[in-house]
């Protein structure tokens, strides 16, 4: 196996345990259904957070022989990137569900700050990596992925800050369309 495999192979591994976790965090709520006081709303960003672990695995798996990996430096970037992701996946969705039951919309509006915050430092990583990735591997920089981290970024900020969930309801549903544009429009 070559370095890049290697790598590729232990990024492949660390995305099945986030999806591992993310899934037997939905199979907890499944589960334990009659004690929780259900919202679509963190249902739906699982759903999101889904679709990003699964696109960046797809990126991988696309751009792994291309030369864009540029030797070590992007296994020190992606073993940040996978960190943040998978606090991410952890965070989306409650750990636990208590005797007394749970109520979705209050976990989602308590872990709101912890989730967005989480995703907001996800995009810094992205765009010091679209900053970065010139200089190592000698491709040109690409405005339109540090202007879209940059944005993306503001947006998680502003639902960490933000208490509404009709803010939340309607910006998650916009992220959703503009996910599922990227995706049929790319795979």
């Known amino acids: 196996m070559t370095n890049i495999s290697n790598i590729s192979t232990l990024i492949t591994i660390l995305f099945g345990l986030m999806l591992t976790d993310l899934y037997a965090s939905v199979h907890r709520l499944i589960r334990h259904r009659k004690r929780i006081s259900w919202h679509w709303l963190p249902l739906l960003v699982s759903w999101y957070v889904l679709t990003m672990i699964l696109k ?68 810094l990583t992205l765009v010091i990596f679209a900053v970065l990735q010139p200089v190592f591997t000698e491709s040109p920089l690409n405005w339109l992925a540090v202007l879209a981290n940059i944005v993306m970024g503001a947006i998680a900020l502003s639902l960490a800050w933000s208490r509404s969930i009709r803010y939340h309801a309607v910006v998650v549903i916009i992220l959703v369309v503009f996910t599922l544009i990227e995706i049929i429009e790319k795979f």
């Open 56 to 123: 960046n695995w797809w990126s991988l798996v696309l751009h792994e022989g291309d030369g864009s990996w540029g030797g070590g430096w992007i296994f020190f970037y992606y073993g940040h990137l996978l960190l943040l992701l998978y606090l991410l996946v952890a965070a989306v969705l409650p750990d636990e569900i208590p005797i007394e039951g749970l109520d979705l919309r209050k976990f989602y509006l308590d872990n709101r700050r912890h989730f967005w915050g989480l995703l907001a430092v996800v995009h």
